[in-house]
């Protein structure tokens, strides 16, 4: 009853009650489009780390020094083969190990040519950067062991050499002129967060790169090791573990440098998740406020609307309302319009989020909890800023009430 | 039917000395009486019909209506009592602007215990009883005076009660109107065996009433038939 006469009364102020419930459709739209962008990003770094492998540590060689220049991270040969095959055996929080030799060349097939990123790597390196084949097999151990000239590629040297429709599977490419037969193509991987094309590759075994392609001076160096620990736990043990058993191996006496690098890639996004953890929190607390502000409009109209009808609720009271019939009326008024706002809200913080997330290629979570926080927010909203205005109507006095001009 | 025993009001403002509104009334209405209240005013005429509508509670006395003593009630039991026992009719109407003729009759309904399917078929009863049935659906500013002032009877009526108040019902109107309307207010009495009292300042109003109460200051100077209060009051 109290209910049908509140919706009558906003119905027949349709208007003014569409640009009362606007302040919260926006705060409440604000609230969900901000949260889910904010997790979106955290995802989106998340999926980053995600692709790069499970669990993965990186150690590179150390810098050279020469005349007092110190080279960058990874261009001294103090990384070996024999250190790699020793931390997958010795350290027992490892779950597998591959290392890398990596250079730029130039690869030919048919008419085409292409430079892309050639990569020595024994047979575990799917397995570490979880990195699955689409079509074909990966490079085996004995492949490396007898540096067969047998080659997986990447997704965009296929689209650059091959014609749509052409089977790579089987075709031989030459790579700096070395002739290699495909035997598998990897999925598609899709960028790093810095923006090169993990795609764009060659992969050879180890062996082969080292003996048959690069030609290099001295044998078994690697630019680049990648290691898995067990689980994410196991990340710093493994860290640990790889760290000694390397100081051994190279004879580091106590107190000097390592020589080399070890790092968990969870390091290097700590500081971006930070941020968007950050974010999330900043965007929510701004959209709080709108949603406030929001609310308060709810008073503000709702206080005009107990004057403007002063005579209506004098009418009411004399022909029988009690205090809280009138009371549960703005009451019931209150939470219409922050209800209504906040499901419209919702409905605009979803859209707009989905929106922002096509545009900016995040993966946008709406997560229930966030809709479920502002629109409960709202109904809150509804009571909280309805009770002023609702006792103000619901204490005026019929015979003044009556009068009121 | 309505008995008042030495009513008293006293408005206190703001600390400055109490203003006197009403200084001891006594009367008596029986059921089916027509009855105007008539003064200038400052009589005490509004202040008396507030207590005798239960819109206000005396200072002093004692208000029976139907027995029930309604000085003594709080303001929820005032309001149960107008929603069961008293009809108002104002001088402006007071119609809910931007609701129907026949929602603003149901307007009393809202607030009693009738079942909600019920409302409807009583206000438009109470519509036909005043004679604008076809008029149900209009808003009050689609309807002539005469005519909102018939909704508002038939809001007075709708909740069937047994006393019917009228605050200058006619000042609004026009002669022509003004007689309709007081036709029709002879015509309930008569047919429903309705009390009902009017407050007019008007003695061509008080004259179609059976009895007239005139005030002055606060006292009731004069009760009895039309004729011999208006000719004592001009005298």
Not at chain 1, 123 to 148: H, I, K, M, N, Q
Not at chain 2, 105 to 125: D, M, N, Q, S, W
């Amino acid at each position: 009853m109290t209910v049908r006469t509140a919706l009558g009364a906003l119905a027949r102020n349709l208007t003014r009650s569409g640009l009362t419930a606007l302040g919260v459709v926006i705060g409440v739209a604000a609230l969900i489009a901000m949260v889910s962008v904010g997790q979106g990003a955290d995802a989106a770094v998340r999926r980053q780390l995600a692709s790069l492998g499970t669990n993965v540590i990186m150690v590179y060689p150390g810098t050279t020094t020469v005349g007092g220049v110190r080279s960058g991270a990874g261009t001294a040969a103090t990384l070996s083969v024999a250190d790699g095959i020793a931390i997958g055996k010795e350290c027992p929080s490892v779950a597998a190990v591959t290392w890398l030799k990596r250079d730029v060349a130039q690869v030919t097939y048919g008419n085409q040519n292409w430079s892309t990123a050639l990569q020595g790597s024994n047979a575990s390196f799917p397995l570490v950067r979880d990195w699955p084949l689409a079509r074909g097999r990966f490079l085996t151990d004995s492949e490396d062991v007898s540096a067969a000239k047998v080659a997986v590629v990447g997704q965009t040297l296929v689209d650059a050499l091959f014609a749509p429709g052409e089977d790579p599977l089987g075709a031989t490419i030459r790579v700096r002129n070395v002739p290699f037969r495909i035997i598998g193509i990897m999925v598609r991987k899709g960028r790093t967060s810095w923006g090169s094309d993990q795609d764009d590759v060659v992969m050879v075994p180890f062996n082969t790169a080292e003996r048959r392609v690069l030609g290099s001076p001295i044998l078994g160096t690697v630019n680049q090791m990648l290691v898995s620990a067990k689980s994410p736990g196991a990340i710093d043990d493994a860290i640990e573990e790889i760290t000694l058993l390397l100081r051994a191996r190279h004879r580091v006496p106590e107190g000097e440098e390592d020589g080399f690098t070890v790092r968990g890639m969870t390091e290097m996004f700590e500081t971006s998740l930070m941020a968007s953890g950050v974010m999330t929190n900043l965007l929510a607390a701004i959209a709080s406020i709108s949603l406030l502000v929001g609310g308060i409009g709810i008073m503000n109209i709702l206080l005009v609307s107990v004057a403007e009808r002063t005579r209506e609720i004098g009418i009411r009271l004399a022909v029988g309302a009690k205090a809280r019939h009138i009371l549960l009326q703005f009451l019931v008024e209150s939470m219409v319009l922050s209800l209504a706002g906040g499901l419209l809200g919702a409905l605009l913080g979803v859209g707009a989020a989905t929106l922002i997330g096509r545009l900016a290629g995040w993966p946008i979570l709406v997560s229930p909890a966030a809709v479920a926080l502002a629109l409960g927010f709202a109904g809150v909203l509804g009571i909280v800023f309805g009770v002023y205005p609702a006792r103000r109507a619901a204490r005026l006095d019929p015979i003044l009430a009556l009068r009121h001009e | 039917m309505i008995d008042a025993r030495g009513l008293e009001k006293t408005y206190a403002l703001n600390g400055e000395t109490p203003v006197a509104a009403l200084r001891g009334v006594s009367f008596g209405i029986a059921a089916g009486e027509l009855v105007a209240i008539m003064g200038a005013s400052g009589s005490g005429k509004s202040t008396l019909l507030n207590l005798l509508g239960c819109l206000d509670r005396p200072t002093a006395g004692a208000y029976l209506l139907d027995g029930v003593d309604a000085g003594r009630l709080d303001a929820d039991g005032r309001a149960e009592l107008r929603n069961a026992k008293i009809g108002f009719v104002f001088q402006s109407f007071n119609l809910l602007p931007r609701t129907s003729a026949v929602e603003n009759v149901e307007l009393p309904l809202v607030y009693g215990h009738l079942p909600t399917a019920e409302h409807r078929a009583r206000a438009e009863a109470a519509l036909r009883a005043v004679g604008i049935a076809e008029l149900a659906g209009r808003l009050p500013p689609q309807l002539s005076g005469g005519q909102q002032q018939r909704v508002a009877i038939a809001r007075a009526l709708v909740a069937r009660p047994r006393l019917v108040l009228a605050d200058e019902p006619t000042g609004n109107l026009d002669t022509a109107t003004s007689a309709d309307i007081l036709r029709l207010l002879r015509t309930l009495n008569a047919s429903e065996h309705l009390t009902i009292v009017v407050v007019t300042h008007d003695p061509d109003v008080a004259r179609q009433m059976d009895r007239v109460l005139l005030m002055r200051d606060g006292r009731l100077v004069a009760d009895g038939s039309p004729a011999s209060v208006l000719a004592g009051s001009a005298a």
